[in-house]
């Protein structure tokens, strides 16, 4: 993955967090190189800690406030400053159109113009990850339309792709975040709500763990990991 001032980087996500767990570190140091970095959340990610349909309770709110406050915040670690949220419910993306979520993938890779593109792969537990990874599938199909991106790289997701009963994401692309692993680290210290002590794996030990793990493929001592879905060299 090449990272320099020149790219434009549309990182499409389903959660808040997911952006720093796949690639955090790879964004710190591609906004230290000066690239252009934006970030799309499909959909929030707190209404599936509460029953069912019943998402209109003053805890709801306080719960979804603060899981916005805690990307905010992560974001500014990152010094990231184009972000949408959207709104779709969490774990519920089957339960829309698909089209839906093609199409505002398709609008953003129309207005940001993006280079690179990275988002989920499709060996997740979570089912919202797997759709947005056959969404961003869709959306990045080279029809001809004029654009500037080159690149689509997916990326792993650790607890939901560590929960999987047979995974199967073979990156094929490291990439050396030894210099921006405390950037990232403080960047998932934002996410307060979201990480237990280990070994759940979304903990600082959790982390590292799979940066490391990571890095044994590559030689390098901590390591974020893609797999390289397209590439057109034109």
């Known amino acids: 993955m090449v990272l320099n001032k020149d790219q434009r980087i549309l990182v499409i996500v389903a959660h808040p967090d997911d952006e720093v767990l796949g690639c955090g570190g790879t964004l710190a140091k591609a906004i230290k190189l000066g690239a252009a970095v934006r970030v799309v959340f499909l959909g929030e990610g707190v209404s599936a800690r509460f029953p069912f349909g019943q998402y209109q309770s003053d805890e709801f709110y306080s719960q979804s406030k603060i899981r916005t406050n805690e990307a905010k915040a992560a974001?500014?670690?990152?010094?990231?400053n184009d972000v949408y949220f959207g709104d779709r419910l969490c774990v519920q993306f089957d339960t829309l159109p698909h089209i839906t979520i093609v199409k505002d993938i398709e609008n953003h890779i129309d207005d940001f113009q993006p280079t690179i593109l990275l988002t989920h792969n499709s060996s997740e537990v979570n089912i919202d990850h797997r759709l947005t990874y056959e969404a961003a599938e869709v959306a990045c199909r080279p029809t001809g339309k004029e654009s500037l991106l080159e690149a689509v790289y997916t990326f792993e997701i650790i607890c939901s792709g560590s929960y999987k009963f047979c995974p199967s994401f073979s990156p094929n692309v490291f990439v050396d975040i030894?210099?921006?692993w405390d950037v990232k680290v403080r960047a998932w210290a934002c996410y307060e709500k979201e990480s237990r002590p280990f070994p759940f794996p979304r903990s600082i030990e959790?982390?590292?763990?799979l940066a490391m793990y990571r890095g044994l493929s590559s030689g390098m001592k901590r390591v974020e990991a893609f797999s390289l879905a397209r590439m057109l060299v034109r």
């Not at 974001?75 to 990231?80: E, M, P, Q, Y």
């Not at 959790?206 to 763990?209: A, C, H, K, V």
């Open 75 to 80: 974001l500014k670690v990152l010094n990231i």
């Open 178 to 180: 030894s210099d921006t």
């Open 206 to 209: 959790g982390l590292e763990t």
